[in-house]
């Protein structure tokens, strides 16, 4: 069993930046896809970005270019780097992971270990 602890949440200024960590115990995160989603009040949760075991990762068109994922098979760990926070960044930010992508990276229902969340809050 994988447990996943995020941190890093916190209330930003628009424009600014947030760094979220996602610390994995149980299982080495080399043999998962590991991936951040978000979920905003009355929305459904909706992929962020994607890091996958091969090294390879992949972004939802609201976050490429301003939003990093990092991820580190030694400290066991994953972290995205949000820069230029929009108002409608803010979410829960969720770290999941999976060992195994059977359609699509991008839907919730792929993944099976999901950490408690947290809160990003930007201000306008």
């Known amino acids: 069993q994988v447990q996943l602890v995020e941190s890093g949440g916190g209330l930003v200024q628009a424009g600014g930046s947030l760094r979220l960590s996602c610390a994995v115990s149980g299982r080495a995160i080399s043999t998962y896809h590991m991936a951040w989603f978000r979920q905003a009040p009355g929305k459904e949760r909706e992929f962020v970005a994607l890091?996958?075991?091969?090294?390879?990762?992949q972004y939802t068109d609201y976050v490429r270019g301003r939003f990093t994922m990092f991820r580190d098979n030694v400290k066991n760990m994953v972290s995205l780097q949000m820069n230029s926070l929009k108002p409608e960044d803010a979410a829960v930010y969720y770290c999941?992971?999976?060992?195994?992508?059977?359609?699509?990276?991008?839907?919730?229902?792929?993944?099976?270990?999901w950490g408690q969340g947290t809160q990003v809050t930007v201000s306008s």
């Open positions: 890091s996958g075991i091969g090294g390879s990762t």
């Open positions: 999941a992971a999976t060992q195994y992508l059977k359609r699509t990276y991008v839907s919730p229902d792929e993944y099976n270990d």
